[in-house]
Structure formats: C-alpha cells, structure tokens
C-alpha cells in the first residue's frame, strides 16, 4: 500500500460523505476562500520595484483556482482531533493515496511546506522571467509561485502536519452548494474513532468500516504516554510509525 493521508471530521459528517454507494465525498475550497490570511502572499518579498511587483501581480492573476481538499499526515495529532473532529468525538477517514491515485491519475497530492518568511527562490525567478519575458522562465515562474500558493503555509500551522488534494474543478461536483470530491470508497483503508466518541458514534463506524471493507480502529490517551495509541475491535494495539498504523 502506499503513503497514507488523514481526512479529519465530525461524526455527523460521516453519514453525509458516504451519502452516495461506492463513493466518500470530500468538501473543497479554491485558494481565495482558505482559512489563513496569508496564504497566496507567501511568495515573494514585497519590497521590489513597481514595476517589478506590477509584472508579478499579472503572474498571480493567471493562476488558476483549483479545487482543494487537505489532510493530515498523522491520525494522531491532538490539536486536529480537538478542532477538526469535535474534540475528540469524531471520526478520521484514512485512504491510501496509491489506490487514490490509480482512480484519479490527474489529482495532485502534496505536503505543506512550512515558512516564516517568503521563499528567496521565487524572488529569482521573478527577476530572471522580468528581465528576459522568455516563455521558459515565466513557465519557471509560474510553476514556482503556483506551488508557493497551493502548498506553504505559515509555521504557525505547522501542527497539522498537512498535506493537500488539489483537483481541477470539473473533476467536482456541486452538492446543496458545496464543491464536493468524490473518492471511490477502494480508497478508503481504515475509520478511526475518538477516544470520546459515543457508543452510538463507535458502532455506527463499525457497520460502516465492515461494508467498505477497511479497518477499524479506536484512539486512545494513556496514562502516562502523551503519543495516542489505537485499538481494533477486537482490542490489539496500535501505533503510528509516521507513515501507517501498525502493531
């Protein structure tokens, strides 16, 4: 199997992402409707000349909006557990990003770089592509800044461990107004509880992880151990290696 990626949600929101037979649905969002201000700003310095800027801001216009979906890279991160998954009473949904990827070739998966400061490295090909309006370098330039604005983030968010789904907007559909993902449920390896889910919560997921065929696991905080650990049905233990869950 391949990397893994960790959709976290509410427990409501299961029923409503598996809606559909054979499919989990995913909410997206274009770049403009993110929730970090300062996300498509992460590029370059801004302290440049005018028209040097004026040239860059016609390159920003170009960019498309993409439909974007984001994951974690960990099932077990607390903060995501307490703010994306109803303080721990939710459920995140694992799927495998090779079996993804055999379904929708076209998707684009890619992990979050986190920065404090703009990368210098867009600023040159910014200056090179100004100076010399060669097709090469703004294809440089664009590739550069498109993957500054759809994959960095702000070191403030450094703990979601976040990775990112980035489709063409057609390859969506639009669903009571939301811009929606379908994965084909293949994808989908193991639903994973919070360690204050309700009875009702865990069973329901259990029905569910048995008709699509994936695992199923409960988390965990121990005693004396910050790092959650995970537990099957029929109560083997977990933990997370940093790219799956295992014994």
Not at 11 to 38: L, R, T
Not at 62 to 78: E, G, H, M, N, R
Not at 104 to 128: A, K
Request: proline fraction near 5%.
């Amino acid at each position: 199997m391949g990397n893994k990626a960790y959709k976290y949600a509410g427990a409501d929101v299961i029923s409503k992402a598996f809606s559909q037979e054979g499919y989990c649905n995913f909410k997206c969002s274009y770049p403009k409707d993110f929730n970090d201000p300062y996300e498509l700003f992460l590029t370059i310095d801004y302290n440049q000349e005018p028209d040097v800027l004026a040239y860059y801001h016609e390159t920003i216009g170009k960019l498309p909006q993409l439909a974007t979906t984001c994951f974690s890279k960990s099932p077990d991160v607390i903060p995501m557990w307490a703010h994306y998954a109803h303080n721990h009473q939710g459920v995140v949904i694992e799927v495998d990003e090779e079996i993804l990827s055999e379904f929708l070739p076209e998707v684009r998966f890619g992990d979050i770089d986190y920065l404090d400061e703009p990368d210098e490295s867009i600023l040159e090909f910014l200056q090179r592509a100004h100076a010399t309006y060669k097709a090469r370098h703004v294809y440089f330039l664009q590739n550069a800044v498109f993957s500054a604005a759809y994959y960095t983030k702000n070191t403030c968010w450094s703990y979601e461990e976040e990775k990112r789904l980035v489709v063409a907007p057609e390859d969506c559909i639009e669903l009571n107004e939301l811009l929606l993902i379908q994965l084909p449920t293949e994808c989908i390896t193991a639903l994973i509880v919070g360690h204050q889910s309700t009875s009702n919560t865990k069973e329901s997921i259990k029905d569910l992880s048995k008709k699509l065929e994936c695992s199923y696991y409960e988390m965990h905080i121990g005693r004396s151990n910050p790092v959650p650990y995970f537990s099957n049905d029929e109560k083997a233990t977990y933990t997370f290696n940093g790219s799956s869950i295992a014994g």
